[in-house]
């Protein structure tokens, strides 16, 4: 059989490239293949942590990939099958300026990464990294797929399938999650769910939930348990369910994002999560547990529990602590398998395995779903095989929900356009018409301020 060549760029997370590595070296079927793995990062330290701790992942599973790393990322790309990205350069610090700037503003929003005002600049720093990667690869590996996990999700596929020639699919762990609500909500096994999605990433909605073993439709029984479910802080998914009549994805920070009035229903919780200076303690630490996430205590904020990460895999090599030691937050040790569907997707194209996969962000090819743009970048089931990745028609979204989505596909064709022409009017514009914004003056003024402050991550914009 072939060697397959598979890359890693941002290797050097303590979340991505340990669960990437370990999805790869762990996978039985790849094991009928000659594997080579190559890490990359701009990182050096980081980039060494991670080829380190590949040598004892290596030796757990007793596996015979060729694991490399490298900081030059041309050099890693050359004759690669599969790119696997998750990327992004000051990531907390600048989440703070995505958050922060646009609330002092007067513009209410419950988590600015993905859409709103934050969700803006986000995306044109996460083209401003993506496109040269891609534009490598067109070069280097033009037969390559790109499996991309970096957010915002659907605007840095739109990017690519609009700027480059690279065939790309985004993965993210979202629908994942909605599938473990609803065996939550049914008090039933995952195993025994058949889950359709449709919609963009982060606001997608289940169009059908059936039984495997009988193909009754189970929303029924979600219509008699919605109430009495314990939704904890989320306020905000029930009564979405009960206004449209789907389940969304059932996380209110992403969802929310999307909504004007969503911040009346479930606030903001950003400064309560930790994730900057204003909420910190001198000294603290993720170990410590003094903060919260979406009100729940004993939880640390993402950039402790990140730096956590590194503390214990620091551990790890320094036989401190066993590699099979369980990670105080996520009760997993650093040998575990993801969830995630970047390696089963492998596997469909090498093998010719013709699954169906929960979802992945593609083109909206065929109208997979029908009354969404057909260049739109959609969340929604796929069939992967030797041919590649093929979307699976979902019909139509009901009328408000499409309505709600194709608003957010043309902000993110603007954005698409802000970046290639670098046109300060396409950013407007995209800023403009984003249900969370409610006043031009004051978007003209934050937009100023937020290009000025993190000039030196984004492109060129005038």
């Not at 690669?80 to 990205?85: D, G, L, R, S």
């Not at 513009?107 to 401003?128: C, D, I, M, Q, Y």
């Not at 889950?195 to 439709?217: A, D, M, P, Q, R």
């Not at 057909?374 to 408000?400: C, F, M, Q, R, Y």
């Amino acid at each position: 059989m072939g060697k397959i060549k598979v890359v890693l760029i941002g290797a050097g997370s303590a979340t991505f490239g340990q669960g990437t590595i370990v999805d790869l070296i762990s996978s039985k079927k790849l094991r009928e293949r000659e594997l080579k793995i190559v890490l990359v990062d701009i990182n050096g330290d980081a980039l060494d942590r991670m080829l380190r701790l590949s040598s004892i992942l290596k030796n757990h599973y007793k596996s015979e990939a060729t694991i490399e790393a490298t900081l030059d990322r041309e050099e890693a790309l050359t004759g690669a099958n599969y790119v696997i990205t998750s990327v992004a350069k000051r990531r907390w610090e600048l989440w703070e300026k995505d958050y922060y700037i646009p609330a002092a503003y007067g513009f209410k929003h419950v988590f600015g990464e993905n859409g709103g005002p934050g969700g803006a600049f986000h995306t044109l720093r996460s083209l401003n990294i993506m496109m040269p990667i891609c534009k490598d690869m067109e070069k280097l590996c033009p037969d390559a797929l790109l499996i991309n996990f970096t957010n915002p999700e659907s605007r840095v596929c739109l990017g690519i399938s609009k700027l480059t020639k690279i065939r790309s699919v985004g993965l993210c762990h979202g629908p994942i999650d909605t599938l473990n609500k609803i065996s939550e909500i049914l008090e039933m096994p995952k195993d025994e769910i058949d889950l359709t999605v449709g919609g963009l990433n982060h606001f997608h909605w289940v169009l059908k939930v059936t039984s495997k073993k009988t193909g009754e439709n189970l929303y029924p029984k979600i219509d008699e348990k919605i109430d009495s479910y314990d939704w904890d802080v989320d306020a905000l998914t029930p009564i979405l369910y009960k206004v449209f009549g789907l389940l969304p994805f059932p996380a209110p920070s992403h969802v929310g994002e999307y909504i004007n009035f969503a911040h009346e229903i479930n606030p903001a919780v950003f400064v309560d999560w930790g994730l900057g200076e204003v909420s910190r303690k001198f000294s603290s630490k993720a170990t410590d547990l003094d903060y919260v996430i979406e009100g729940r205590s004993k939880r640390p904020s993402y950039d402790l529990w990140s730096s956590n990460q590194v503390e214990r895999i620091d551990k790890i090599l320094t036989g401190e602590l066993p590699i099979t030691s369980k990670d105080l937050m996520l009760h997993k040790d650093v040998t575990e398998k993801t969830r995630e569907l970047a390696i089963p997707i492998i596997c469909d194209i090498e093998f010719n395995l013709n699954r169906r996969e929960l979802a992945g962000n593609v083109m909206n090819k065929g109208f997979a779903i029908s009354n969404l743009p057909e260049d739109a970048i959609v969340e929604i089931p796929i069939i992967v095989n030797s041919d590649g990745i093929k979307p699976v028609k979902v019909g139509p979204l009901p009328t408000a929900i499409a309505g709600m989505c194709s608003i957010q596909i043309y902000i993110q064709e603007l954005l698409i356009e802000a970046y290639e022409k670098k046109s300060k009017k396409a950013l407007f514009q995209a800023i403009s018409i984003d249900p969370i914004i409610d006043n031009l003056d004051r978007a003209k003024k934050m937009m100023e301020k937020m290009l000025k402050i993190e000039a030196d991550y984004l492109p060129e914009i005038y």
